[in-house]
């Protein structure tokens, strides 16, 4: 292909992306996406891009990239290559910003007002018109690219567009050539609108989604309204449809039956018992529209909403939204995602038992839409408008008359374009963009919309209480502040648009915020912050792949908005980004399944059989449940009795049944594992797929050690070092330093010699931890070693024993007995004794190291994943068998990972430890220091997973208890009080060391 420069003289004096009054030009917007068909077969058959009217350009693009719009030369030379959809950031043009709450293009915003230099990407390509398209109209479909966006055919000027996340459409008929045509998209980094796209994601440029010519017959293009009621008395579907031109339309079910046709313009037909949609049962109707000999399909389903006191009601039911926050991300695209990506996205949110996507913070694609309506989940659809970095005060834009043509026109772009989807269930304003004036007209716009349309609720969180909102939905509250709600009660639905902020390893008490949720109908759930750490794929020099972040670009001494001090800020989900769940997501699974297994309620309760009685209780609303429940009875871990049963549960409603237990030995632990498993495979899951599980416990003896036997000891000081041997044993405490220095089993070392073990009040600082201040300020004192008050040794009966105090921050202490026992057993009884100040601990235990050799170990306990004092219902007490190495989880920024909680047992190497109560451990093949990595004068590295050396040891951390993780923020909310150790309170427990 021969390339000639083009002139863009004109694209030089017209600045339409500095100019605030502009939206677009030319753009044919507020518009539903949609592609004639030849024939109706083909418009009920053949998907979208297959359309003979639908021509495809995406792929490899020539492309030319300048730091300024002043650089642009009058003749355009030198084309090098860009595929698109792709933002040019990531592929070697520009650089990748990552910002969350501010402006990427200045420190102190004063709007319209854009930097004199504007970053310009030029993209160019021929295409030739399908013959067939003779006599027809030709438009340009650009489905999103950032920010404005000038479009060129043939060296004119078609038009320009800003709204980054929606469709502009552009007539170009009267621009074509016969045989090859050239198009130019000048793309300009920012413009006007960027003031409306201070969304806390990658702020990266280009095309971003399909870029594709449609062809229709005449210039009057056909575009179209559907409502799809639903009667909850009679079952009849209520349909209404308008159209921009005259045409016919018929309405088939899944079975191919016509239920309605006619002419369009029809209000109010009833169709007989209609199959209503929902995320539950996504049943579909085939819209097909006929105008002018040509076609054009569109699903349709039936549903009612409507808000009835403080409760919103979806088809009668006072649903849960079980969601998340979705962005547009791909690890290696950045912010393109192709319908695949898209779909391998939902089914495994589908797997973590998802219903709710919020489209944070613009529309998304619309292959989301179409998936969504198929696959069955609610959209809470949010317009593109953001304007954080103005704040929520005077200079708010939401304040500001002048700004309101761009808000309406986005405001508008998401309505008509997707309003028809079945999915939409919720109209979002925007976000965090303040509130004023400009949020109370669109508010009334689009309830003046939906008055005789769906009536879908209208929100807008920084409403609050404001008329303007018809949910109360916050952002990140805690549990006290949802009971408070239930109980006043809240004059509005709740449901929090973004909670439980899900960065690093985090998620913590997501258990006591659905139980709140499940006891009121006026808690309606909310949207995880959010689903995929938005983290770019690298490899380093070793061939490692590894995650970059949004601190990881650009030089800081030269950037004055400081947009590099977000760091990781973007890597806040609950999946990897190759979408790997977090261990976090498998605790939203369990509280979001739509089904729970419990004991059932007895009249008597010393009535024997009852032991024998369960329940299972549908949480759906709509489906009955036709699913396998299966289950185990473990005695001390390991399975003596199972059955299984195939349920059919009325929706809410309870079944009861029975599960034959055993006869318990008092002095044995017993609990009874319940798997509910898909009897067959579907679209979204396999066979057997467990999409809900729970443990019951059935019986549980008091603890206790057994007294040790009698053994002798001797004793001997050497320097510091007092050292205690007998038959098969030999301990070796330091005076100084208060650590053991060398345990012996026999004639082999347990522990390494150059570490030892002691006391560990440290852990490495979760993103959590850092965000609420700890590791900065009032937990450090807990990463230095305890300073030795006293240390004496002494015998007795049952051996002998270094009995070391410790002296602690905040006026604290502990105690520590390590004893010598009969088989070289080491029994260390601790307790810590509390200071009169309320300062939380990150964790209270001690830590060792054992030689690589000693990397698989067995446990009786919580697992198989990581879990935490906030964060454990999800992992059932069992025995689990793993590797230290398989235990550090890949958080992309490295932190605290690997810990379990309710331990009876572990085995590693050749020990067996117990304790006097479950204890809690993490075995890991590197150190807390390389999970906590600090420069010399101790600030914070940056670290990324491939900086995780895999150590020549095993490091053993053995904990009386550790401190939860959090989530209800990342940013100052800390853990709950009753799930953190606090240091003004006292705690005792005892680990017993010995041979397997």
Same mark, same amino acid.
């Given at each position: 292909?021969?390339?000639?420069?083009?002139?863009?003289?004109?694209?030089?004096?017209?600045?339409?992306?500095?100019?605030?009054?502009?939206?677009?030009?030319?753009?044919?917007?507020?518009?539903?996406?949609?592609?004639?068909?030849?024939?109706?077969?083909?418009?009920?058959?053949?998907?979208?891009?297959?359309?003979?009217?639908?021509?495809?350009?995406?792929?490899?693009?020539?492309?030319?990239?300048?730091?300024?719009?002043?650089?642009?030369?009058?003749?355009?030379?030198?084309?090098?290559?860009?595929?698109?959809?792709?933002?040019?950031?990531?592929?070697?043009?520009?650089?990748?910003?990552?910002?969350?709450?501010?402006?990427?293009?200045?420190?102190?915003?004063?709007?319209?007002?854009?930097?004199?230099?504007?970053?310009?990407?030029?993209?160019?390509?021929?295409?030739?018109?399908?013959?067939?398209?003779?006599?027809?109209?030709?438009?340009?479909?650009?489905?999103?690219?950032?920010?404005?966006?000038?479009?060129?055919?043939?060296?004119?000027?078609?038009?320009?567009?800003?709204?980054?996340?929606?469709?502009?459409?552009?007539?170009?008929?009267?621009?074509?050539?016969?045989?090859?045509?050239?198009?130019?998209?000048?793309?300009?980094?920012?413009?006007?609108?960027?003031?409306?796209?201070?969304?806390?994601?990658?702020?990266?440029?280009?095309?971003?989604?399909?870029?594709?010519?449609?062809?229709?017959?005449?210039?009057?293009?056909?575009?179209?309204?559907?409502?799809?009621?639903?009667?909850?008395?009679?079952?009849?579907?209520?349909?209404?449809?308008?159209?921009?031109?005259?045409?016919?339309?018929?309405?088939?079910?899944?079975?191919?039956?016509?239920?309605?046709?006619?002419?369009?313009?029809?209000?109010?037909?009833?169709?007989?018992?209609?199959?209503?949609?929902?995320?539950?049962?996504?049943?579909?109707?085939?819209?097909?529209?006929?105008?002018?000999?040509?076609?054009?399909?569109?699903?349709?389903?039936?549903?009612?909403?409507?808000?009835?006191?403080?409760?919103?009601?979806?088809?009668?039911?006072?649903?849960?939204?079980k969601g998340v926050n979705m962005h547009e991300h791909n690890e290696f695209t950045g912010h393109w995602c192709d319908r695949e990506y898209l779909?391998?996205?939902?089914?495994?949110?589908?797997?973590?038992?998802?219903?709710?996507?919020?489209?944070?913070?613009?529309?998304?694609?619309?292959?989301?839409?179409?998936?969504?309506?198929?696959?069955?989940?609610?959209?809470?659809?949010?317009?593109?408008?953001?304007?954080?970095?103005?704040?929520?005060?005077?200079?708010?834009?939401?304040?500001?008359?002048?700004?309101?043509?761009?808000?309406?026109?986005?405001?508008?772009?998401?309505?008509?374009?997707?309003?028809?989807?079945?999915?939409?269930?919720?109209?979002?304003?925007?976000?965090?963009?303040?509130?004023?004036?400009?949020?109370?007209?669109?508010?009334?716009?689009?309830?003046?919309?939906?008055?005789?349309?769906?009536?879908?609720?209208?929100?807008?969180?920084?409403?609050?209480?404001?008329?303007?909102?018809?949910?109360?939905?916050?952002?990140?509250?805690?549990?006290?502040?949802?009971?408070?709600?239930?109980?006043?009660?809240?004059?509005?639905?709740?449901?929090?648009?973004?909670?439980?902020?899900?960065?690093?390893?985090?998620?913590?008490?997501?258990?006591?915020?659905?139980?709140?949720?499940?006891?009121?109908?006026?808690?309606?759930?909310?949207?995880?912050?959010?689903?995929?750490?938005?983290?770019?794929?690298?490899?380093?020099?070793?061939?490692?792949?590894?995650?970059?972040?949004?601190?990881?670009?650009?030089?800081?001494?030269?950037?004055?908005?400081?947009?590099?001090?977000?760091?990781?800020?973007?890597?806040?989900?609950?999946?990897?980004?190759?979408?790997?769940?977090?261990?976090?997501?498998?605790?939203?699974?369990?509280?979001?399944?739509?089904?729970?297994?419990?004991?059932?309620?007895?009249?008597?309760?010393?009535?024997?059989?009852?032991?024998?009685?369960?329940?299972?209780?549908?949480?759906?609303?709509?489906?009955?449940?036709?699913?396998?429940?299966?289950?185990?009875?473990?005695?001390?871990?390991?399975?003596?009795?199972?059955?299984?049963?195939?349920?059919?549960?009325?929706?809410?409603?309870?079944?009861?049944?029975?599960?034959?237990?055993?006869?318990?030995?008092?002095?044995?632990?017993?609990?009874?594992?319940?798997? !509910?498993?898909? =009897? $067959?495979? /579907?679209?979204?899951? *396999? @066979?057997? #797929?467990? +999409?809900?599980?729970?443990?019951?416990? !059935?019986?549980? =003896? $008091?603890? /206790?050690?057994?007294? *040790? @036997?009698? #053994?002798? +000891?001797?004793?001997?000081?050497?320097?510091?070092?007092?050292?205690?041997?007998?038959?098969?044993?030999?301990?070796?405490?330091?005076?100084?330093?208060?650590?053991?220095?060398?345990?012996?089993?026999?004639?082999?070392?347990?522990?390494?010699?150059?570490?030892?073990?002691?006391?560990?009040?440290?852990?490495?600082?979760?993103?959590?931890?850092?965000?609420?201040?700890?590791?900065?300020?009032?937990?450090?004192?807990?990463?230095?070693?305890?300073?030795?008050?006293?240390?004496?040794?002494?015998?007795?009966?049952?051996?002998?024993?270094?009995?070391?105090?410790?002296?602690?921050?905040?006026?604290?202490?502990?105690?520590?007995?390590?004893?010598?026992?009969?088989?070289?057993?080491?029994?260390?009884?601790?307790?810590?004794?509390?200071?009169?100040?309320?300062?939380?601990?990150?964790?209270?235990?001690?830590?060792?190291?054992?030689?690589?050799?000693?990397?698989?170990?067995?446990?009786?306990?919580?697992?198989?994943?990581?879990?935490?004092?906030?964060?454990?219902?999800?992992?059932?007490?069992?025995?689990?068998?793993?590797?230290?190495?398989?235990?550090?989880?890949?958080?992309?920024?490295?932190?605290?990972?690997?810990?379990?909680?309710?331990?009876?047992?572990?085995?590693?190497?050749?020990?067996?430890?117990?304790?006097?109560?479950?204890?809690?451990?993490?075995?890991?093949?590197?150190?807390?220091?390389?999970?906590?990595?600090?420069?010399?004068?101790?600030?914070?590295?940056?670290?990324?997973?491939?900086?995780?050396?895999?150590?020549?040891?095993?490091?053993?951390?053995?904990?009386?208890?550790?401190?939860?993780?959090?989530?209800?923020?990342?940013?100052?909310?800390?853990?709950?009080?009753?799930?953190?150790?606090?240091?003004?309170?006292?705690?005792?427990?005892?680990?017993?060391?010995?041979?397997?």
């Amino acid at each position: 292909m021969t390339l000639f420069p083009i002139l863009l003289t004109i694209l030089q004096v017209l600045p339409l992306h500095r100019d605030m009054d502009v939206t677009s030009v030319n753009a044919q917007t507020r518009r539903t996406e949609v592609i004639m068909y030849s024939s109706e077969e083909d418009a009920r058959t053949l998907p979208f891009e297959k359309s003979p009217f639908y021509l495809d350009l995406n792929g490899t693009w020539n492309f030319l990239f300048f730091n300024s719009e002043k650089d642009i030369p009058a003749r355009l030379e030198g084309w090098g290559k860009i595929t698109v959809p792709g933002n040019w950031e990531f592929q070697g043009h520009g650089t990748p910003v990552y910002v969350n709450t501010t402006y990427d293009f200045a420190a102190e915003p004063h709007p319209p007002v854009l930097p004199d230099d504007i970053p310009v990407g030029i993209y160019m390509r021929t295409f030739t018109v399908p013959a067939a398209w003779a006599g027809r109209e030709v438009y340009l479909n650009l489905c999103g690219a950032k920010s404005g966006v000038y479009t060129i055919v043939n060296g004119k000027e078609v038009g320009y567009s800003e709204d980054s996340k929606d469709l502009a459409r552009f007539d170009i008929t009267p621009y074509l050539n016969e045989g090859e045509n050239e198009l130019v998209l000048k793309c300009t980094h920012w413009s006007s609108g960027s003031y409306l796209e201070c969304q806390d994601f990658w702020r990266v440029s280009g095309i971003e989604r399909d870029v594709y010519l449609s062809s229709e017959k005449t210039a009057a293009s056909l575009d179209f309204s559907v409502v799809a009621d639903y009667d909850l008395a009679s079952g009849d579907g209520i349909f209404s449809l308008t159209t921009t031109v005259p045409a016919n339309y018929k309405l088939i079910a899944s079975d191919g039956a016509v239920v309605s046709e006619g002419s369009a313009g029809v209000r109010g037909v009833r169709i007989p018992a209609v199959k209503p949609w929902s995320a539950e049962e996504p049943n579909l109707y085939a819209l097909l529209l006929e105008a002018g000999g040509e076609y054009t399909r569109f699903d349709v389903g039936f549903r009612h909403l409507e808000i009835r006191g403080n409760v919103f009601y979806f088809n009668g039911a006072p649903i849960k939204f079980k969601g998340v926050n979705m962005h547009e991300h791909n690890e290696f695209t950045g912010h393109w995602c192709d319908r695949e990506y898209l779909r391998r996205n939902l089914v495994r949110m589908r797997e973590l038992n998802i219903n709710a996507i919020r489209t944070c913070h613009y529309p998304q694609s619309r292959a989301f839409y179409e998936l969504c309506d198929s696959l069955g989940f609610y959209v809470y659809d949010e317009a593109n408008i953001e304007s954080h970095g103005m704040g929520y005060g005077p200079e708010s834009l939401a304040k500001d008359p002048a700004w309101y043509i761009k808000h309406e026109d986005r405001t508008l772009n998401m309505y008509r374009r997707t309003a028809g989807y079945p999915c939409v269930t919720v109209l979002s304003l925007g976000n965090e963009a303040g509130n004023g004036v400009i949020f109370e007209r669109t508010y009334d716009l689009l309830k003046a919309l939906e008055k005789d349309g769906q009536n879908r609720p209208v929100v807008y969180e920084r409403a609050q209480n404001d008329r303007n909102s018809d949910f109360l939905n916050p952002m990140y509250a805690d549990t006290r502040w949802l009971h408070r709600q239930a109980e006043l009660p809240s004059t509005k639905p709740v449901v929090q648009c973004e909670y439980s902020h899900a960065m690093g390893n985090s998620n913590g008490s997501f258990d006591l915020m659905w139980y709140e949720t499940y006891a009121y109908d006026n808690l309606q759930g909310g949207f995880i912050w959010d689903w995929i750490d938005q983290g770019i794929a690298e490899k380093d020099e070793k061939g490692r792949k590894y995650w970059t972040y949004g601190g990881d670009y650009g030089d800081p001494s030269k950037d004055p908005a400081h947009w590099w001090a977000d760091r990781n800020f973007c890597c806040n989900g609950l999946v990897n980004p190759d979408l790997t769940p977090h261990p976090g997501a498998f605790e939203v699974k369990h509280f979001y399944q739509e089904a729970a297994v419990d004991f059932a309620p007895v009249e008597n309760p010393g009535d024997q059989a009852a032991r024998n009685r369960f329940q299972i209780f549908n949480r759906f609303y709509f489906k009955p449940l036709n699913h396998i429940l299966r289950w185990e009875i473990t005695e001390d871990g390991v399975k003596i009795a199972d059955g299984e049963k195939l349920f059919t549960t009325a929706p809410r409603t309870a079944e009861p049944f029975e599960a034959v237990l055993p006869e318990m030995d008092p002095l044995k632990t017993y609990y009874i594992n319940f798997s !509910l498993l898909t =009897p $067959e495979a /579907s679209d979204m899951l *396999p @066979a057997e #797929y467990p +999409v809900a599980t729970e443990q019951l416990l !059935l019986r549980k =003896p $008091e603890k /206790s050690l057994p007294e *040790p @036997a009698p #053994y002798k +000891v001797r004793i001997r000081n050497i320097g510091d070092r007092i050292v205690l041997k007998g038959i098969g044993g030999r301990l070796v405490v330091s005076s100084s330093t208060g650590r053991v220095v060398q345990y012996r089993q026999g004639l082999k070392n347990v522990i390494l010699k150059k570490f030892g073990l002691g006391p560990e009040f440290w852990r490495a600082p979760l993103d959590n931890d850092w965000g609420d201040g700890g590791p900065q300020s009032r937990n450090k004192l807990w990463k230095d070693a305890p300073s030795v008050l006293s240390a004496e040794a002494f015998t007795d009966e049952a051996g002998g024993a270094v009995v070391v105090s410790y002296g602690l921050p905040y006026g604290c202490m502990m105690e520590v007995e390590y004893r010598l026992a009969k088989g070289g057993e080491l029994r260390i009884t601790s307790a810590f004794h509390g200071g009169e100040e309320h300062v939380d601990i990150p964790r209270i235990g001690f830590r060792t190291r054992m030689k690589a050799k000693c990397d698989v170990f067995r446990y009786f306990g919580r697992g198989p994943m990581e879990n935490y004092m906030d964060r454990f219902a999800s992992y059932p007490v069992g025995i689990y068998s793993s590797s230290a190495k398989d235990e550090c989880f890949p958080y992309v920024r490295p932190q605290e990972t690997g810990h379990h909680t309710g331990v009876e047992w572990l085995e590693i190497g050749p020990l067996h430890i117990t304790g006097d109560k479950a204890f809690e451990f993490n075995a890991l093949r590197c150190s807390i220091e390389d999970l906590d990595p600090r420069e010399a004068d101790g600030s914070r590295i940056w670290a990324h997973v491939n900086d995780i050396p895999v150590q020549p040891y095993v490091e053993l951390c053995l904990d009386g208890g550790m401190t939860g993780v959090g989530g209800y923020d990342s940013w100052g909310q800390r853990p709950e009080p009753s799930r953190t150790l606090w240091a003004d309170k006292d705690y005792d427990f005892t680990l017993v060391l010995s041979k397997k």
